[in-house]
């Protein structure tokens, strides 16, 4: 589901990046990424269920390609969750989605106060599919939607005076990321559970954004994972509706493949099903 509220975003100027489609299941479409949008993927498996999307769509897919599913999904983590906010740069906004899902991490939240979030695709490489992508249009809802699922919120910026190295990991953990020109606004520093820094030596005042959000999700997730003593964290439930959704998306028309599979199965059913006498 996507949650969306409060007044319109402005789109990024640029024209040479337009913004990616919304809700394109079979597309490259930013919205058909994960959490954040609901579209014929997320439907077909509500209605059929991941393990009988996964039934229909195995045969399709080498054994290498499904151990492949397997191992990023034991790798997968989903308490660490990068947000960004306001970001201007498509191609900043394209290095974080990247570098999330390179680390395993499964979300990335999306605050739209101002600006409309892009991607720029020559650099997302089709990554953006992978992870869910929840968008708010503001950072107070994000923060407290985050806090209700257990998560600590804490603001990143230059002039904070914990080093990252502080954060506690005990607990799910969400980072927000400023603007490239402004960084963050006071009110949502205010919305946070604290404010963090990556500590700096030379003479530049701050890391780059897509820098700063993979150095400290690096970070974070390595830190996580030693305290868990294990790579993924994501539950049962959540590890099946991910299969199937990644299934779906490695087979070319999956939702009609699947479809086709269980009416196939259920004439079958009907056909083999004892006649009364
Ligand atoms: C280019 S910086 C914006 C700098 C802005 N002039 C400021 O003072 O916050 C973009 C974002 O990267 C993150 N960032 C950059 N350097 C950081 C640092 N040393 N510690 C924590 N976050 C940093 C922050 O989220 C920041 O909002």
Redesign the pocket.
């Known amino acids: 589901m996507w949650h969306l509220t409060g007044d319109p975003v402005r789109k990024y100027r640029d024209p040479q990046h337009e913004p990616l489609p919304d809700g394109d299941p079979d597309g490259d479409a930013l919205a058909a990424a994960g959490g954040g949008r609901h579209d014929a993927i997320d439907r077909l498996i509500d209605h059929h269920g991941p393990d009988a999307v996964c039934a229909a769509l195995a045969p399709l897919l080498t054994a290498e390609r499904m151990a492949r599913v397997e191992e990023v999904l034991a790798a997968r983590l989903g308490s660490v969750v990068p947000v960004v906010e306001d970001v201007y740069d498509p191609h900043n906004g394209a290095a974080v989605i990247r570098s999330a899902e390179a680390l395993g991490l499964q979300e990335l939240q999306v605050i739209e106060t101002g600006l409309r979030f892009q991607a720029a695709r020559g650099i997302t490489r089709g990554c953006h599919r992978w992870i869910d992508l929840v968008r708010w249009r503001a950072a107070a809802a994000c923060a407290d939607a985050l806090r209700a699922r257990g998560f600590r919120v804490l603001a990143?910026?230059?002039?904070?005076a914990t080093p990252l190295a502080e954060v506690d990991v005990r607990a799910p953990v969400a980072v927000i990321?400023?603007?490239?020109?402004?960084?963050?606004p006071a009110a949502t520093i205010a919305a946070c559970d604290g404010a963090?820094?990556?500590p700096?030596s030379g003479f530049t005042?701050?890391?780059?954004?897509s820098v700063?959000a993979a150095l400290?999700t690096s970070h974070l997730a390595m830190r996580r994972r030693a305290h868990l003593g294990r790579t993924g964290d994501l539950d049962p439930a959540r590890l099946a509706r991910l299969r199937a959704r990644w299934y779906a998306l490695k087979v070319r028309g999956a939702v009609g493949v699947v479809e086709r599979a269980v009416s196939r199965q259920t004439r079958g059913g009907v056909a083999t099903e004892p006649q009364s006498p």
């Open positions: 990143t910026t230059p002039h904070a990321f400023g603007n490239e020109h402004a960084g963050l963090v820094a990556l700096m005042e701050s890391f780059n954004l700063s400290v």
